[in-house]
């Protein structure tokens, strides 16, 4: 006697992030007493995936750093030019998948290499997967991850400082990626 289990077996689904829903904020200290604020909003953002979950999904994500901005238009500048991210030498901010594994219904943990001015580090993001919701033909999936990199590991090299000797702006940067992901 055999007995043969069969899985279920899915297709590759394929997810884009909704321009419209979808951005990068950061947040950074300044003058060590207070908080800069920023986002970049043209987000392009692939998702594949066998699992219905998303387990094992793969996941590549640009950002076009001309994008970025920070409600002054003197600061983004200089954060267009080679004190910080370069954007006329190095246009994209690019993050690879190498991993995307489920650890609860709504928890997720996303492993990749994240290049920024050409530097590739590995990252290690926890994710929140908010839900997925159907209107009319369109499913749509939310999920939002928050986490810090130091900017000087990715050659964002500013390092003025003030009279303390504390940098005018700081080495840590808080990012939140809000994605809604749109069922191709």
């Given amino acids: 006697m055999f007995i043969v289990s069969v899985g279920q077996v899915y297709a590759q689904t394929v997810w884009k992030a909704d321009p419209v829903h979808s951005n990068i904020q950061f947040e950074v200290t300044h003058l060590a007493i207070s908080t800069v604020t920023g986002s970049f909003n043209d987000v392009n953002c692939t998702v594949k995936s066998k699992s219905k979950d998303f387990n094992g999904a793969s996941i590549l994500a640009t950002v076009n750093v001309d994008d970025i901005s920070t409600e002054n238009m003197t600061r983004d500048k200089h954060l267009k030019q080679d004190d910080f991210f370069n954007a006329q030498m190095y246009p994209k901010i690019k993050f690879v998948s190498s991993s995307f594994s489920?650890?609860?219904?709504?928890?997720?943990?996303?492993?990749?290499?994240?290049?920024?001015?050409?530097?590739?580090?590995?990252?290690?993001?926890?994710?929140?997967?908010?839900?997925?919701?159907?209107?009319?033909?369109?499913?749509?999936?939310?999920?939002?991850?928050?986490?810090?990199?130091?900017?000087?590991?990715?050659?964002?090299?500013?390092?003025?400082?003030?009279?303390?000797?504390?940098?005018v702006v700081g080495e840590d940067v808080d990012v939140t990626l809000n994605l809604e992901l749109v069922k191709q």
């Fill in 102 to 167: 489920k650890l609860s219904d709504s928890e997720y943990e996303l492993k990749g290499d994240l290049t920024i001015r050409d530097v590739t580090k590995s990252v290690t993001i926890p994710v929140d997967y908010s839900g997925q919701i159907t209107l009319g033909k369109k499913v749509v999936s939310a999920f939002k991850a928050n986490f810090k990199i130091n900017r000087f590991d990715y050659g964002l090299k500013w390092n003025d400082t003030i009279d303390t000797g504390s940098l």
